[in-house]
């Protein structure tokens, strides 16, 4: 007897539909360092680029918010934050486009003196930290990423193309921090 055996894998499913991920460039990085490409960049690029991977880092950390708390107080800055940062990342990636700058991204913290800052971000731990432990480091996290994004949004790299960025930045990152001092008022323990 003979067995033939279709080592083919099997066709997609054309009806399953993947989910999108909120922000691909952030996947599988769970920390903001310095790119290759920030040596050679420009400063307007440094800076577009790190606000733009700070922001992403911030909406990929509030999207984990949903099915780790069940705290409306933390679901309700979540959902705010992420309206919030996404308004903002579109006008990023718009603004960035319109400079035609190259697809390599240069990040680079040190340039805008927030390196300090991000070292408190690791999406992996924010990821595996216990659900009791999950709200404080939301919330140290998403003012470390908010705190940047205000001191990188101030930075004047004389570039007048993306001022009107550089302002929603630095309000959004004004107004998502008053939300997290409430919290923290809220829930003592929490910003501990």
Do not use: H
């Amino acid at each position: 007897m003979l067995f033939a055996v279709c080592e083919r894998p099997p066709s997609p499913d054309k009806n399953i539909t993947q989910p999108r991920d909120e922000s691909l460039k952030t996947q599988k990085r769970s920390v903001i360092t310095e790119s290759q490409e920030s040596g050679q960049a420009d400063i307007t690029k440094r800076q577009i680029d790190t606000l733009i991977t700070v922001t992403e880092f911030l909406i990929d950390s509030s999207l984990m918010v949903d099915t780790r708390t069940s705290k409306s107080a933390f679901r309700d800055f979540a959902k705010d934050a992420l309206a919030q940062e996404r308004e903002l990342l579109k006008k990023l990636d718009k603004t960035r486009a319109a400079m035609a700058l190259d697809e390599k991204r240069a990040v680079s913290p040190s340039s805008f003196d927030v390196a300090g800052l991000l070292t408190q971000v690791d999406l992996k731990k924010l990821e595996f930290s216990k659900t009791s432990q999950f709200e404080k480091e939301y919330l140290k996290q998403a003012a470390a990423l908010l705190s940047a994004q205000k001191k990188i949004s101030l930075y004047n790299s004389g570039n007048t193309q993306f001022s009107e960025a550089l302002s929603q930045a630095g309000q959004t990152a004004d107004y998502l921090l008053k939300k997290v001092d409430e919290l923290n008022q809220k829930s003592p323990s929490a910003g501990q």
